[in-house]
């Protein structure tokens, strides 16, 4: 089956740096979308960041400028995620998804999910 599985979450102080790894087992790893969603307790799921394209064209929710930094190793078909000068509003669940064709980062458009990885920051 195709997968998307995430890692590299964890417990970490404000202030420091975390790299979140998406590995997929697409067919076709260039076309698709590779997206990062989050979703916090109580909150909505939001998006992150986009990916797409064997040259990387990335994309970013304007609230996640900054501090974020999607990447990836097209060899390995695997997406990154760099968090920096993580906050405790940046504790959720974060998600690896993938999307047919170029997208943005609306949720409706991808159709591959991973489970999620926890990232939870404390002051």
């Known amino acids: 089956q195709v997968q998307l599985v995430e890692s590299g979450g964890g417990s970490v102080r404000a202030g420091g740096s975390l790299t979140l790894a998406c590995a997929t087992s697409?067919?076709?790893?260039?076309?698709?979308?590779k997206g990062w969603f989050r979703q916090a307790p109580g909150k909505e799921r939001e998006g992150v960041a986009r990916?797409?394209?064997?040259?990387?064209?990335?994309l970013y929710a304007g609230s996640m400028e900054g501090r974020f930094t999607i990447s990836q190793d097209n060899v390995k078909k695997t997406v990154y995620l760099q968090i920096n000068s993580l906050k405790p509003e940046d504790t959720a669940m974060y998600y690896c998804?993938?999307?047919?064709?170029?997208?943005?980062?609306?949720?409706?458009?991808?159709?591959?999910w991973g489970q999620g990885t926890q990232v939870t920051v404390s002051s």
């Open positions: 998804a993938a999307a047919s064709g170029p997208v943005g980062l609306n949720q409706i458009d991808y159709h591959l």
């Open positions: 697409l067919f076709a790893y260039n076309g698709f979308s």
């Open positions: 990916i797409y394209g064997s040259s990387g064209v990335t």
